[in-house]
């Protein structure tokens, strides 16, 4: 029984792995989908690379700062063969493969918001540095046993800091690390008038930004669901409150924006953001209000940003993940709480600090990578190559090559 168990364990967190593989597909039909004709390529490379970047990064140092455990070891180990403690089965090389999913998604995040005039191997180095040291401490602090995070939020606040699925671990880390990069870049040349007004820059490709939330959304239900990382952990309850913060986002969004194609997609996500951390404890009622508060929240925020604010995230990844991930670990101490009908365990002090203390750490990340960078070797395309398009000016190739020789057609 004990060897069904652990190999069911396996098969349970492989799934999960590969449906949130899956979902760096969606972060590049998203980004594709929404980035002029002329990046497209680009989007789709960088989050190919970004993902490999993290692996190893994650292979050879992140995993053993956040829980202090490598793989430098045999085989015969590694499958829980030896005396080093791992697992049987190989429990822990898929769980390992499940969590580098995770950590790829943070510069998977922070590509939507630089796209468009970010140089590609300046933000490789980014991406290696982010995943082999920030990410993974604060990884290590709230999911693991590092720097007694944990214990002091209990002996503060009576409860831990509580992110089932990371919307602060991963999507408000990832968000405000993403702020901070753009504000290290700039603003796209010519978003902008001399008087400060807006000029439009509409999206390329609908179907390929609403397919790649829909991919995002599918894989997400591994995102969640996985979290509890054993079939014994699994809840039916994480399924169900993904689900309602997922269309709580939808038609909050949907109202808000009048029909807006962008923004209802992109307010599905903005739920599955919110309700990651709170997903394992709230009522579906609660998880419902939590998604409909990040799809209002997610629109007002990318239009100030982008209006009033003059910040150009691109894809708006500070509004999405940054402020619906802070949002999303600050509600899962409201819903998450008994007399509102959740699971209780929670602790709204320790939300708040835990939540502010992983946006800030972000920032704080993405101001110092992203500015050490461009101090040593820079991290923006120059004004010719951003205007011809960082395709051609970095790949040597346009998305429809077809199309700029009609002869071969």
Not at 180 to 201: E, F, T
Not at 213 to 223: I, K
Not at 275 to 283: F, K, L, N, R, T
Request: proline content about 3%; charged content about 10%.
């Amino acid at each position: 029984m004990g060897a069904a168990k652990t190999g069911g364990d396996v098969l349970f967190i492989l799934i999960g792995a590969v449906m949130v593989l899956a979902m760096h597909c969606g972060f590049a039909l998203l980004e594709a989908g929404t980035v002029r004709e002329k990046n497209q390529v680009n989007a789709l490379v960088k989050i190919l690379s970004d993902f490999a970047m993290s692996t190893i990064a994650y292979f050879f140092v992140g995993y053993a700062v956040a829980y202090g455990v490598d793989f430098f070891a045999d085989a015969h180990t590694l499958v829980g063969k030896g005396a080093a403690g791992f697992a049987a089965y190989g429990y822990d090389l898929v769980k390992f493969f499940f969590l580098a999913t995770f950590a790829a998604a943070v510069p998977a995040i922070v590509s939507g918001g630089i796209a468009e005039r970010a140089r590609f191997w300046p933000q490789a180095c980014a991406t290696l540095l982010l995943i082999a040291f920030f990410y993974p401490a604060l990884e290590g602090t709230v999911w693991g046993t590092r720097l007694g995070l944990q214990e002091w939020m209990t002996a503060s606040f009576g409860q831990p800091f509580h992110d089932f699925a990371g919307s602060v671990v991963v999507h408000a880390f990832g968000g405000w690390v993403a702020l901070g990069a753009v504000l290290m870049l700039g603003n796209r040349r010519g978003r902008y008038r001399r008087d400060g007004s807006l000029v439009a820059i509409p999206p390329s490709n609908i179907p390929f930004l609403a397919l790649g939330a829909w991919v995002l959304a599918v894989g997400w239900f591994g995102f969640n669901v996985m979290s509890a990382q054993t079939l014994e952990g699994v809840s039916g309850l994480v399924a169900i409150n993904s689900l309602m913060a997922m269309v709580g986002g939808i038609v909050a969004s949907l109202v808000i924006s009048r029909n807006d194609p962008g923004f209802v997609h992109n307010g599905a996500l903005a739920g599955l953001v919110a309700v990651c951390a709170g997903s394992d404890v709230m009522h579906p009622l609660g998880a419902l209000v939590t998604g409909g508060f990040a799809g209002l929240l997610f629109v007002w925020a990318f239009n100030k940003c982008q209006i009033n604010w003059k910040i150009d995230d691109v894809l708006g990844v500070w509004p999405l993940h940054g402020l619906c991930g802070l949002t999303g670990g600050i509600l899962a101490g409201v819903f998450g709480q008994e007399a509102l009908g959740g699971m209780g365990g929670v602790s709204l002090p320790a939300q708040i600090v835990g939540t502010l203390g992983g946006a800030g750490f972000g920032l704080l990340a993405g101001l110092l990578v992203y500015g050490l960078l461009k101090k040593t070797v820079g991290i923006r395309l120059d004004a010719e190559e951003e205007h011809r398009g960082a395709d051609l000016a970095l790949h040597q190739i346009s998305a429809y090559p077809e199309g700029d020789a009609p002869a071969f057609r």
